[in-house]
């Protein structure tokens, strides 16, 4: 069975959406939006959000109840809205909400889309049939995974997302230095390892799962990080509970959701109202600038300013090579003379190096990176 629209209790004329999306703005820093979400998608402005957020259904084929050992029924998803004729039906649904949606994204925005291996294959398929371009493809490791009570197949222990650009040549957003910053320091590899919706969060209704599929807060978090800005708009088409909607005003984005069920669309608006706004003096703590972006600091600044003297030695952090600061901001060993990359790179016999991460200074028996006089002096300039 296809989903259908939806509209019903709490739904939006069209006349006031395509009043709202001609702002191509959500109304103040969000809204829920009751309906189909391909109808709502093509009364939308073209190219008016910068992220897509997508949980299709993932066509779960499911045969009969799902057992314990105990005898008790398993609360999996058994809903309409996941339920499709056959495969074609369900390709053709993916090709009608991912067309609407590559036309509402900017040119430069991205989608990622989640799913399992019920789904996520032919939803990759039809992405690239689309013009999509393949950015990752991300395995959320679920550290609490559900067991296999039936024991004749491994554990379903992760999902997929795949991230994508609208297009080849998109010059998309990618927060390289917060998601290194989340990582300590290390990479973000594309393998990442969360809980499931589990405790407080997880909504209940009536001592139930307010939804099946509710995924995690920390998975939004790291998803909205990692290529939005503070302002961007996120969409969501199927908003489900409202997770992407609730991250998103946590961290200063705004959102759009879309959803055809309405007692899911009351569940989210509810939810939503208890989630505080960050304030205008907040919002650069959920903002990381790339390191090209901040003003370039020449490493003889440093000298000027007096953080550092000429003749001062600095080291590798293993103290196996050595040069001296002159007064012009140049480096000099005992067979050379350069810029603090230029004498980084001849001292390790390299085609290249950074030379504020490479040379450290030491500062009372401790050796400081110099990459830490650069910052402190650019937040005195700021």
């Known amino acids: 069975m296809q ?26 820093q969000g809204q829920i939006l009751h309906g189909n979400c391909v ?3 093509n009364n939308m402005a073209e190219g008016s959000v910068d992220m897509v957020f997508a949980d299709p259904p ?24 996941d339920q499709f004729a056959s495969f074609q039906a369900y390709d053709d649904y993916t090709r009608e909400w991912l067309s609407a949606a590559r036309r509402v994204l900017k040119p430069d925005g991205t989608l990622w889309v989640i799913g399992s ?13 689309l013009g999509y371009w393949m950015l990752n493809d991300v395995i959320w490791r679920k550290t609490n995974p559900m067991p296999n009570f039936r024991g004749r197949r491994f ?10 650009s609208r297009d080849k ?23 990442w390892e969360l809980p499931i919706c589990t405790g407080h969060e997880r909504l209940k209704k009536d001592g139930h799962k307010a939804h099946p599929t509710q995924k995690p807060e920390s998975l939004l978090y790291r998803v909205i990080l990692s290529s939005t800005e503070v302002g961007d708009t996120v969409l969501d088409p199927f908003f489900g509970t409202g997770t992407t909607g609730a991250v998103a005003k946590k961290m200063g984005r705004n959102y759009i959701g879309l959803e055809r069920e309405a007692k899911y669309v009351k569940l989210a608006e509810a939810r939503l109202k208890k989630v505080r706004e960050v304030s205008d003096d907040e919002k650069e703590l959920y903002s990381t600038p790339p390191k090209r972006s901040l003003p370039r600091i020449p490493f003889g600044r440093l000298i000027e300013r007096g953080m550092l003297e000429a003749g001062v030695v600095l080291t590798d952090s293993r103290r196996r090579h050595k040069a001296r600061v002159r007064a012009d901001g140049s480096l000099t060993t005992t ?7 230029q004498v980084g790179a001849h001292v390790q016999k390299a085609p290249a190096c950074n030379g504020w991460q490479f040379w450290n200074v030491e500062m009372k028996g401790v050796l400081v990176p110099i990459d830490v006089l650069r910052q402190k002096l650019r937040a005195e300039l700021h």
Request: hydrophobic letters at 30%; one cysteine or more.
């Open 335 to 341: 067979d050379f003379r350069g810029s603090i990359h």
């Open 39 to 41: 109808e709502l998608m």
């Open 117 to 129: 291996y019920h789904n996520i294959y032919r939803v990759g398929a039809i992405l690239q049939e």
């Open 155 to 164: 554990t379903n222990a992760h999902e997929t997302l795949i991230w994508c």
């Open 58 to 81: 993932y066509n779960l084929q499911l045969e009969g109840d799902l057992l314990r050992p105990n005898n008790s029924k398993v609360d999996g998803v058994d809903d309409k809205w």
């Open 3 to 28: 989903p259908t629209s939806g509209q019903g209790d709490g739904g939006i004329s069209n006349a006031a959406l395509k009043y709202n999306m001609a702002t191509k703005k959500p109304s103040k």
């Open 169 to 191: 040549d998109s010059r998309y957003l990618f927060n390289y230095e917060a998601m290194k910053n989340l990582n300590e320091d290390l990479q973000m590899r594309s393998d």
